[in-house]
C-alpha cells in the first residue's frame, strides 16, 4: 500500500519552455503532498508544501513564479516549471501523506534536464 | 532552524560485521525522527520511525534527546543493505521533513 507515482521519470526539453511533472497517490487520498529537489550528490530540499484545495506553500529562496504547483484532487498533484533554464535541471521529488500523523510516502522522481 | 547531520558519506563493512549510521539533529522542539532507505534504482522508502520502537530489516534507531542523535544500527550486516540511507527530522507539526545529506552503506562480502 501507499503507492505514489510520479511522471514523466525523464525529461528532455529546450531552454524556454515549460514542464509539468505529475505526482498521484495511487491507493490512498493524499491530504498533503510535498514537491523536492536534489542536486547530484546533495540530499533533498523541500520546495513547497501544498494541501489540496489550497495554495502551495513555498520554501524560503523558492520562485513561487517559477515553480507552479497545483493540488486540485486528493489523489494528483502537479509541479510545472516555467519557462525552463538550465539551472532549473535537477532531479524533482514528490511526496505525499494521508493523516499528518502518517509519513510520507515518495515517488521515483523525474529527472529533468534543459538544454 | 532545524537541522540534521550525517557525518559520514560513505560507509563501507564487510557481511556479518556491526553498522552504526550517525545521525545528529538540531531542533528546538519536540523531535519526529526517521530513516529513509533508497535502494539502487528504486525510490526513497520509510525504514523506520523513531514513534515506533520497532526493528526494521534488523535494523533498530533509538532517540537519545540528551546526545540529539538518532543513530541507525545493526548487529549483521547483510549484502543487500548496501543502499543509501537518509536520516530525516519532522517539524511545524509534522509537516515538513528535513533530510540530512545521507550515508551510502556498501556491505562486502
Known amino acids: 500500500g501507499a503507492v505514489v507515482s510520479q511522471h514523466p521519470s525523464w525529461v528532455i526539453c529546450k531552454s524556454g519552455t515549460s514542464v509539468k511533472i505529475e505526482c498521484r497517490s495511487l491507493?490512498?487520498?493524499?491530504?498533503?503532498m510535498f514537491w523536492y529537489r536534489q542536486f547530484p550528490k546533495q540530499s533533498l530540499m523541500l520546495m513547497a508544501t501544498?494541501?489540496?484545495?489550497?495554495?502551495?506553500?513555498?520554501e524560503q529562496g523558492v520562485e513561487k513564479d517559477k515553480f507552479l504547483i497545483n493540488h486540485a484532487s486528493l489523489t494528483l498533484s502537479t509541479l510545472t516549471v516555467t519557462s525552463a533554464h538550465p539551472e532549473d535541471s535537477s532531479f524533482y521529488i514528490c511526496?505525499?501523506?494521508?493523516?499528518?500523523?502518517?509519513?510520507?510516502?515518495f515517488g521515483d522522481g523525474t529527472r529533468l534536464s534543459i538544454l | 532552524a532545524q537541522r540534521v547531520t550525517q557525518p559520514e558519506k560513505l560507509l563501507s563493512v564487510f557481511k556479518g560485521a556491526p553498522v552504526e549510521l550517525k545521525c545528529n539533529y538540531s531542533?528546538?522542539?519536540?523531535?519526529?525522527l526517521f530513516w529513509y532507505v533508497q535502494y539502487s534504482r528504486q525510490r526513497l522508502q520509510l525504514l523506520l520511525r523513531?514513534?515506533s520502537r520497532e526493528s526494521i530489516k534488523g535494523f533498530t534507531a533509538d532517540l537519545n534527546k540528551g546526545e540529539t542523535s538518532f543513530h541507525l544500527k545493526k548487529p549483521f550486516a547483510q549484502e543487500e543493505d548496501s543502499a543509501m540511507y537518509y536520516c530525516a527530522l519532522a517539524y511545524t507539526g509534522f509537516q515538513k521533513l528535513v533530510f540530512g545529506t545521507g550515508t551510502r552503506l556498501l556491505v562486502s562480502p
Open positions: 531542533y528546538s522542539g519536540s523531535p519526529e
Open positions: 523513531h514513534i
Open positions: 501544498s494541501n489540496e484545495g489550497s495554495k502551495a506553500t513555498y
Open positions: 511526496s505525499a501523506r494521508g493523516d499528518i500523523l502518517e509519513p510520507q510516502h
Open positions: 491507493d490512498f487520498q493524499a491530504t498533503t
